[in-house]
């Protein structure tokens, strides 16, 4: 195994364990109780499985994958805060959105060279990457595993 097989095994064995985890909680709990909140006044589980799903959905693009499959959730679960929107998609959408930007995720990584990760993303200029190859795409999946962390560590409150 190369060095960048090795990153690369690191990297997406965290990932993979990480959506594990957050796929069991997310399994454990009702669509009502998505609905609570993680605290008095603190984001409910239902806004998280949004964030979650748009942030993860933004990867598409990101990693230069093609569309967004769900663009509108940028606004509701990216730019706006839980319970500022009048309307969301409900908790057995939601779940099937964050199904369906998984798969779609791990069929493209699946379809990856290693040296696929070690090339920059959409975010980055050609310019800034000839000085920064470190804003590549296996960071991004670096990056987006440790805010799963975070929000699971959140989610797994909600009771």
């Known amino acids: 195994m190369t060095l960048e097989e090795t ?3 690191m990297t997406f064995d965290r990932w993979n364990a990480l959506l594990k985890q957050f796929n069991t909680a997310l399994e454990s709990l ?4 998505l609905q609570h909140e993680i ?10 499985l949004g ?3 748009a942030v993860h959905d933004s990867m598409v693009t990101l990693l230069d994958l093609g569309e967004r499959l769900y663009p509108e959730m940028q606004e509701i679960f990216i730019n ?11 908790a057995a959408d939601l779940r ?4 369906h930007v998984g798969n779609v995720l791990d069929e493209a990584f699946a379809n990856m060279q290693p040296s696929d990760w070690f090339q920059k993303h959409t975010a980055v200029t050609a310019e800034d990457f000839a000085g ?11 990056t987006r595993a440790s805010h ?12």
């Open 7 to 9: 990153m690369i095994k």
């Open 30 to 33: 009702t669509d009502e109780q």
């Open 39 to 48: 605290s008095p006044g603190r984001n409910r589980g239902i806004y998280l």
């Open 51 to 53: 964030h979650l799903t």
């Open 80 to 90: 706006k805060p839980d319970k500022s929107v009048p309307e969301i998609p409900s």
């Open 96 to 99: 099937q959105k964050w199904q």
């Open 132 to 142: 920064e190859p470190y804003r590549n795409k296996l960071n991004i999946i670096v």
């Open 148 to 159: 799963l962390a975070y929000h699971l560590g959140q989610f797994i409150l909600i009771k």
